[in-house]
């Protein structure tokens, strides 16, 4: 499950260490894109309190916005799995696309043709320079590991998600699976 070979589709999940950092304590990232330049992901499990007709008015959705990453927040990016609907999508891995023809893609949501299952919606990203990752991951920042919930990943929406890979991961973790957010309330 724990993998050293970094490569777009993963999933990073935050080490129990990082504590008092509000955007990656305890999150979990899907790795959208990882080559030479540098790394691109979406945090998977942050939810925002908007919906995204509350940032686009002209869509009729109740689709959840979730904090991305902190590099350009004021860019809605998304990830889905359905490329036969969206056209000029890039697969990340495992029938797992990013972006794609947004037009297209506003008129499907208003028309009800693309579910809550289907698609994830993002205001920004994380972002690594090169080799930026690979020296964070050796400092035992992230724990990477293989994505097996392939495309399906889009409906985990817990709030326990991080939880939950911990407990997969299993061994020295398994103390952090139950241990507060906030050490200090312990």
């Known amino acids: 499950m724990i993998t050293d070979k970094l490569n777009k589709g993963q ?20 790795l959208a894109d990882h080559n030479k330049e540098g790394s691109v992901g979406f945090i998977l499990n942050k939810p925002l309190k908007f919906k995204l007709k509350d940032l686009l008015p002209e869509i009729n959705s109740e689709f959840k916005i979730y904090n991305g990453g902190p590099v350009e927040q004021d860019n809605l990016y998304f990830i889905h799995n359905i490329p036969d609907l969206i056209k000029n999508s890039i697969e990340i891995s495992n ?29 920004g990203y994380t972002g690594w320079d090169s080799n930026q990752l690979e020296t964070e991951i050796k400092a035992n920042a992230w724990i990477l590991t293989k994505n097996s919930y392939e495309n399906k990943i889009l409906n985990k929406t817990s709030s326990q998600f991080w939880k939950e890979r911990i407990m997969d991961i299993g061994g020295e973790y398994l103390i952090w699976s139950n241990a507060p957010e906030n050490p200090i309330l312990n």
Do not use: C, H, Q, Y
């Open 11 to 30: 999933l990073l999940i935050a080490e129990p260490s990082i504590i008092g950092d509000l955007t990656f304590n305890r999150a979990v990232i899907l």
């Open 95 to 123: 029938g797992i696309f990013w972006g794609g023809d947004f037009e297209l893609t506003k008129e499907l949501i208003n028309n009800g043709l693309i579910k809550k299952k289907n698609i994830r919606f993002f205001l």
